[in-house]
């Protein structure tokens, strides 16, 4: 006789949060981080216990060195999407992502202190701007409509 044994599919669940930092000059720009072949956003996994909100500046002042006292955030902005990466944590499966992302003002284009990105940019806001990143592009048509 042969059995199968079914187990369950499921797919896992990963949540991150992050903040896009524009500045309050007389031509804004936004913040991207760079590594190797694409542009990012200063973001990471949520913490247990911790709100979204406390894990954007976290990961804001970790990956930037921008801390939550240097900026001003817009508090009816959250953007939130979801997509399905693969993971190395997992094993290369595929994971079901929900990313939020908070939308902060700075007074100027700030020193950028690079811990996990090879280089940042700040970009003059001139939109639209396509970046052929799903949600890049996405998050900056939210912000676009939002302001």
Same mark, same amino acid.
């Given at each position: 006789?042969?059995?199968?044994? &079914?187990? $369950?599919? $499921?797919?896992?669940?990963?949540?991150?949060?992050?903040?896009?930092?524009?500045?309050?000059?007389?031509?804004?720009?936004?913040?991207? &981080?760079?590594?190797?072949?694409?542009?990012?956003?200063?973001?990471?996994?949520?913490?247990?216990?911790?709100?979204?909100?406390?894990?954007?500046?976290?990961?804001?002042?970790?990956?930037?060195?921008?801390?939550?006292?240097?900026?001003?955030?817009?508090?009816?902005?959250?953007? +939130?999407?979801?997509?399905?990466?693969?993971? +190395?944590?997992?094993?290369?499966?595929?994971?079901?992502? $929900?990313?939020?992302?908070?939308?902060? /003002?700075?007074?100027?284009?700030?020193?950028?202190?690079?811990?996990?990105? $090879?280089?940042?940019? /700040?970009?003059? /806001?001139?939109?639209?701007?396509?970046?052929?990143?799903?949600?890049?592009?996405?998050?900056?048509?939210?912000?676009? +409509?939002?302001?």
């Amino acid at each position: 006789m042969i059995v199968f044994v &079914m187990r $369950s599919l $499921s797919m896992q669940k990963v949540k991150s949060c992050g903040v896009i930092c524009f500045t309050k000059t007389k031509q804004p720009s936004f913040l991207l &981080m760079k590594r190797s072949h694409r542009y990012d956003l200063p973001k990471g996994h949520i913490e247990p216990g911790e709100t979204e909100l406390q894990c954007a500046l976290r990961e804001l002042s970790e990956e930037t060195g921008i801390t939550k006292r240097q900026v001003c955030l817009e508090l009816d902005f959250r953007y +939130r999407t979801i997509y399905y990466p693969r993971y +190395r944590l997992f094993g290369g499966q595929k994971v079901e992502k $929900s990313l939020v992302i908070f939308l902060a /003002w700075v007074s100027e284009e700030l020193e950028i202190v690079m811990t996990e990105h $090879s280089s940042s940019e /700040w970009i003059k /806001w001139n939109p639209p701007h396509y970046f052929h990143n799903r949600i890049i592009d996405e998050l900056l048509l939210a912000v676009d +409509r939002f302001l």
